[in-house]
């Protein structure tokens, strides 16, 4: 099935199964705006513990907090915001659609790219054993071609980016002959800058209200409150910070479902260091941070870390942890290297000293900052993406079913365990209701007496419920179920009382943990 087909039936999936709504829907929605419904609010829930507890529980020297969305404006003008967080935008003239310049460019790359992929494919498949990548690459002209124009690309839009030349990106776009892929024209109009930071009134106009802003990004508020968390706390250097909320920005371009909003949810890390130590942590999370991905158990070959080719006005290190969707490979998460810069400039536009001594150097200075930003929506599509498989079954009779499932790690699954009586007398349902009312503490459980056992199972798979079981006329009689597992669909028969062994192991988060370096 061709990538765009498996996503789109990832969207239907997500708002059929009650995972992902459209923000104001009966209304005809809003744009980049979404809900998150019955089960996709139990699934983002447990990826934020799953980040959280990895930070605050795993690490010694990290702390949480929560901090407000409103801040002092100011705020946005010692962090840069308000004069540079910008995107290029570019009109196409004839179907007066935006998008974002850079995005067109790097878009083009990509391209290039996967048309060197599919050539080393080819010939990985043709060669076998024998197969040098790395001298193919070398030699063989069509991979040879494509590199060369990719680089070439890539010289100028680095070039572009690091002049703030907009001038330069428009001519990029031209000469590589880059069309709208909605009118199919390369009817352009100049590339302008926009700022992406939403605005708003507070306090009313006859007191005189000022204009304050949703924030972008929710680091700032980590920052602003360092002195006191590193006081109250009585935290010591190298320590972090970490926060989940609501972040917001004015997208130019939002077509990817979730993947772009223009209200989003971050999880992010801000992690204080001495000045000049600050490279060995950064490489120092990015290991943690990839080896908490990959716990998750998802394909090696879908992550892969992508250094910026142009360093944010604060940063002397970045990186993204990218992961393949079935839109290509795209930003997950950022890694980056801040120094001194956000500390130094609250502390200069504040007038408040934001320093810290350090006895063992016997000396005070301004701490240097690696960050880890990761998009709470982005990993749930990440997730999804991964999870949603479609699979054909044989069954006894030689016809083939078939089934939708979703792979969750069960840690993650919004439904542990579904409880569901063979018929709706006898007493089965009330036993059934002894189980969850045993297990509903430590699980989430779902009640289904509803259709065919074979109904409910696809109905469970649907939504990813790692456990399903059965509650039939012998489990009055000697207190045993039959258990089916999701991804293997085998069944077998345990005592009730065992259940909760059963599951705990599997849905614990710690056996995910226990899988990190
Ligand atoms: P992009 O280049 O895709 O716009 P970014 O580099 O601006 O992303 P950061 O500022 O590094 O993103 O933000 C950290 C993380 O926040 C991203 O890795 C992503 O997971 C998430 N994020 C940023 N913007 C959005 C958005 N509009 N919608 C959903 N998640 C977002």
Not at 119 to 126: F, G
Request: proline content about 3%; charged content about 30%; hydrophobic content about 40%.
């Amino acid at each position: 099935m061709a990538q765009e087909d498996v996503f789109k039936k990832l969207v239907a999936h997500c708002k059929e199964y009650g995972f992902v709504f459209q923000s104001s829907e009966i209304y005809d929605g809003l744009s980049a705006v979404y809900d998150y419904a019955q089960m996709g609010v139990e699934l983002k829930n447990n990826i934020k513990k799953y980040w959280w507890d990895s930070m605050v529980l795993l690490h010694e020297n990290v702390v949480g907090i929560d901090s407000a969305i409103f801040m002092h404006p100011t705020i946005w003008k010692a962090s840069g915001h308000v004069d540079a967080f910008n995107d290029p935008l570019i009109d196409n003239k004839d179907s007066k659609k935006r998008y974002r310049a850079d995005v067109l460019i790097e878009d083009l790359m990509a391209k290039f790219e996967a048309k060197i992929d599919k050539e080393v494919e080819k010939a990985k498949k043709k060669f076998g054993e024998s197969f040098d990548e790395e001298q193919f690459r070398a030699t063989n002209p069509r991979v040879k071609a494509n590199q060369e124009k990719m680089d070439a690309v890539h010289k100028r839009f680095v070039e572009a980016l690091d002049k703030n030349d907009l001038e330069e990106l428009k001519q990029i776009i031209i000469d590589n002959e880059i069309a709208c892929p909605i009118s199919g024209t390369k009817n352009w109009t100049d590339v302008r800058q926009f700022n992406l930071m939403f605005s708003t009134e507070m306090g009313s106009t006859a007191d005189g209200s000022s204009k304050i802003y949703l924030r972008p990004e929710t680091a700032q508020g980590i920052f602003v409150n360092y002195l006191n968390v590193q006081k109250t706390g009585r935290m010591k250097i190298p320590f972090g910070i970490a926060q989940i909320g609501k972040a917001f920005r004015n997208e130019i371009v939002a077509r990817q479902f979730i993947f772009r909003m223009r209200e989003f949810e971050q999880m992010e890390l801000q992690f204080f260091v001495r000045p000049g130590e600050e490279m060995k942590w950064f490489e120092k999370w990015k290991e943690t941070r990839m080896s908490w991905h990959k716990a998750l158990g998802f394909s090696e070959d879908k992550y892969r870390f992508h250094d910026h080719d142009k360093l944010a006005h604060y940063a002397n290190a970045a990186t993204d942890v990218e992961f393949k969707f079935p839109f290509g490979f795209k930003e997950v998460e950022g890694i980056h290297s801040r120094t001194d810069f956000d500390l130094s400039q609250h502390q200069e536009f504040s007038g408040k000293k934001i320093q810290y001594f350090d006895p063992e150097l016997n000396k005070s200075y301004v701490p240097y900052v690696v960050e880890t930003s990761i998009g709470v929506d982005r990993m749930f599509l990440q997730v999804m993406s991964e999870a949603y498989t479609e699979e054909k079954i044989e069954k006894e009779d030689g016809k083939v079913d078939e089934r939708v499932v979703l792979k969750l790690p069960a840690a993650l699954a919004p439904i542990k365990l579904a409880v569901m009586p063979l018929t709706k007398k006898d007493g089965l349902p009330e036993k059934a209701r002894e189980i969850i009312n045993d297990l509903k503490f430590d699980f989430n459980c779902q009640y289904d007496e509803k259709d065919s056992i074979g109904k409910r199972y696809r109905r469970q798979d649907a939504i990813g419920t790692p456990f399903c079981v059965t509650v039939d006329h012998q489990s009055l009689e000697d207190n045993t179920v039959t258990i089916r597992y999701r991804d293997t669909m085998a069944q077998e028969r345990v005592a009730i009382d065992k259940l909760y062994d059963i599951m705990k192991k599997e849905v614990s988060m710690k056996e995910l943990f226990k899988k990190m370096k």
